[in-house]
């Protein structure tokens, strides 16, 4: 699988060029065979670095870098590699889903939880 699209990797690295900015994710990465998904925001402009929200599978999600070249350098069982959900559409800034994630102890993609969410980081504010 392509792990990314030219316009993917276009988003990604635009991003990366805006600091301090809360970027909705462009993309989610999964490991189809166990634990291990990443919802990325951005690109450093070495084309490799990524920077997002990763969920290993421990209960304590957490925002970092990763690297593409790794990504694609994984060999699962049945030969399957990380893959991209080519459905995933962000709808809300990456700080929400930190959020939803820290409440529910893994990466969350439903709604109701990611609007709860925001509603809790507004009240913080």
Not at 9 to 15: I, K, Q, S
Not at 60 to 82: T, Y
Not at 107 to 112: A, L
Request: hydrophobic share 45%; net charge negative.
């Amino acid at each position: 699988m392509i792990l990314l699209t030219d316009d993917l990797r276009d988003r990604l690295l635009a991003n990366g060029r805006q600091s301090d900015v809360d970027h909705v994710p462009v993309v989610k990465f999964f490991n189809p065979v166990g634990a291990g998904t990443w919802l990325i925001t951005e690109m450093e402009p070495d084309g490799d670095t990524l920077f997002g929200l990763a969920d290993l599978g421990f209960g304590c999600p957490e925002m970092g870098s990763c690297s593409l070249a790794e990504f694609r350098s994984i060999s699962l069982p049945f030969g399957l590699g990380i893959e991209r959900d080519i459905l995933f559409e962000g709808l809300f800034p990456l700080s929400v889903y930190a959020e939803a994630a820290r409440l529910a102890g893994s990466i969350v993609e439903s709604e109701r939880l990611l609007r709860a969410a925001a509603a809790s980081l507004r009240n913080r504010q």
